[in-house]
């Protein structure tokens, strides 16, 4: 596939003009790192790791372990609920005016898993490589500073839509089992969908990130307002 063969060659021309090693990425059991860590093996091969980053429990858990089992990647495990919670609870006692809210909480696991690849990976001398894609980067379905923050990315122009398809291909070359780029993408929290949480599907999305169909309210509206996550930080220019 054409798309894959380009991927391919740009992973190919960074890792040269780098001098890039290795990679390490986080391994969700989703759609995306699992394309991620398939393409990257192809390119850095047995200098690859995959971190597994629950916050607390996680459900697929074993799907992340199996991916990794199944690709040959070098794969650990690090649990950081105890370090979340720590966080919340010294931020709220050490700042009476102002309780950590919902929202803010639902943000900070992201957060310290970017802390925690880019730690193992200044480490061992490689670079993180993201995982995310256009569809969620377009309405804004990310978090700053946290699975946003990577060196490199070879989905983040895929829409959800391509990505599941050159998965496919991918995962048939590797005998993975296709459920694992194939599974309705979860927001690992609330245990909904991220298509319940949005209310449209991303079909619909990546039709309009395409110009197929006409943006809706909602899709304008997130676009919007997510956009200082799309740009470099806000700066004054002389």
């Not at 199944?70 to 006692?93: C, D, E």
């Amino acid at each position: 596939m054409d798309k894959i063969r380009k991927i391919l060659n740009w992973l190919e021309e960074y890792k040269n003009a780098t001098n890039c090693k290795g990679v390490v990425l986080g391994i969700s059991g989703g759609k995306d790192s699992t394309v991620v860590a398939m393409l990257a093996k192809k390119i850095w091969g047995d200098n690859v790791v995959g971190v597994m980053m629950p916050d607390g429990g996680q459900v697929d858990l074993n799907d992340s372990v199996a991916i990794c089992n199944t690709l040959k990647i070098q794969s650990a495990l690090v649990n950081i609920g105890a370090i979340t919670g720590q966080m919340i609870h010294t931020i709220n006692s050490s700042v009476p005016f102002a309780n950590v809210s919902q929202k803010a909480i639902t943000n900070i696991p992201p957060r310290v898993r970017m802390t925690t690849l880019y730690a193992i990976a200044q480490s061992l001398g490689y670079r993180v490589i993201g995982t995310g894609n256009a569809s969620e980067a377009y309405i804004g379905w990310t978090t700053k500073w946290g699975d946003s923050a990577y060196d490199l990315n070879p989905i983040y122009h895929l829409t959800c839509t391509e990505v599941v398809e050159i998965g496919k291909e991918l995962a048939a070359e590797f005998g993975l089992d296709q459920k694992y780029v194939s599974k309705a993408p979860s927001d690992g929290l609330t245990g909904m969908t991220d298509e319940d949480n949005f209310g449209f599907t991303y079909e619909y999305l990546d039709g309009v990130i395409r110009g197929e169909v006409e943006s809706t309210e909602a899709i304008s509206l997130l676009h919007a307002m997510s956009e200082h996550k799309r740009i470099m930080p806000y700066t004054l220019k002389e």
